[in-house]
T-cell receptor, first 107, second 112 residues
Framework: KNEVEQSPQNLTAQEGEFITINCSYSVGISALHWLQQHPGGGIVSLFMLSSGKKKHGRLIATINIQEKHSSLHITASHPRDSAVYIC?????????FGTGTSLTVIP | DVKVTQSSRYLVKRTGEKVFLECVQDMDHENMFWYRQDPGLGLRLIYF???????EKGDIPEGYSVSREKKERFSLILESASTNQTSMYLC???????????FGSGTRLTVV
C-alpha cells in the first residue's frame, strides 16, 4: 500500500538552483509533515501543514488539500541542504511516510 | 530543548541474541512509536504505544515485542535477532494533538 508518493526519488542540483520536491497522498488527513534526515540518521521536522503555505528561511512548503498534493521548495540551494526529505501524513494517530527524496547539492 | 533519546547510535549483535533498543522522551508525550527504515521502503511502523502498559502492532511487528512500563520509556525487543533485522531503527513520540512529533537520532543495528 502506498498512501504517500514522493517524487523524485533522487535529485542532484547545482548550488544556487531552485528545488522542488513533490508529495501526493491518497488518504484524508488532518496534517502533513515535511521531515529532513541528514546522513547519520536523525530526523527533524521542517514543517507541519494543514492548509496553504509556510515559509522558513529558504524553505517553502505548500499544500493543496483538494488535490491531495504538497510541495517542498528550496530557494538558492546550498550543499548543506543535501539530505533526504520525507513527506508524512497523519490521517489519525499514526503517520504514513513517503520513501523520501535524496537531495544532493553540488558546490 | 525537548528530546527523544535512543540509547545507542550503532549496535552489532549476533544472530539469535536478544536485543533491547531503548528510547526515552522528556516531553511527557502519551504516544510513542518504533519504526525501522530500509532503503527503498521508507519508514515502517513496528509498534506504537498510546499510554503506559498499552501497545499496538504496527505494519511489521513480527519478530519484535515492546515494553512501556513508564511513560517516558519505550523499549523495542528483538527476541532472537536475525540478519533480516539489520536496519536503522527510529523512535518517535507525540502528544495528543497532531503537533510535536519528535524523532530520536536513530540506532543502526547490524545483525551478523
Amino acid at each position: 500500500k502506498n498512501e504517500v508518493e514522493q517524487s523524485p526519488q533522487n535529485l542532484t542540483a547545482q548550488e544556487g538552483e531552485f528545488i522542488t520536491i513533490n508529495c501526493s497522498y491518497s488518504v484524508g488527513i488532518s496534517a502533513l509533515h515535511w521531515l529532513q534526515q541528514h546522513p547519520g540518521g536523525g530526523i527533524v521536522s521542517l514543517f507541519m501543514l494543514s492548509s496553504g503555505k509556510k515559509k522558513h528561511g529558504r524553505l517553502i512548503a505548500t499544500i493543496n488539500i483538494q488535490e491531495k498534493h504538497s510541495s517542498l521548495h528550496i530557494t538558492a540551494s546550498h550543499p548543506r541542504d543535501s539530505a533526504v526529505y520525507i513527506c508524512a501524513v497523519a490521517p489519525g494517530n499514526q503517520f504514513y511516510f513517503g520513501t523520501g527524496t535524496s537531495l544532493t547539492v553540488i558546490p | 530543548d525537548v528530546k527523544v533519546t535512543q540509547s545507542s547510535r550503532y549496535l552489532v549483535k549476533r544472530t539469535g541474541e536478544k536485543v533491547f533498543l531503548e528510547c526515552v522522551q522528556d516531553m511527557d508525550h502519551e504516544n510513542m512509536f518504533w519504526y525501522r527504515q530500509d532503503p527503498g521502503l521508507g519508514l515502517r511502523l513496528i509498534y506504537f504505544s498510546y499510554d503506559v502498559k498499552m501497545k499496538e502492532k504496527g505494519d511489521i511487528p513480527e519478530g519484535y515485542s515492546v515494553s512501556r512500563e513508564k511513560k517516558e520509556r519505550f523499549s523495542l525487543i528483538l527476541e532472537s535477532a536475525s540478519t533480516n533485522q539489520t536496519s536503522m531503527y527510529l523512535c518517535a513520540s507525540r502528544g495528543q494533538t497532531n503537533y510535536g512529533y519528535t524523532f530520536g537520532s536513530g540506532t543502526r543495528l547490524t545483525v551478523v
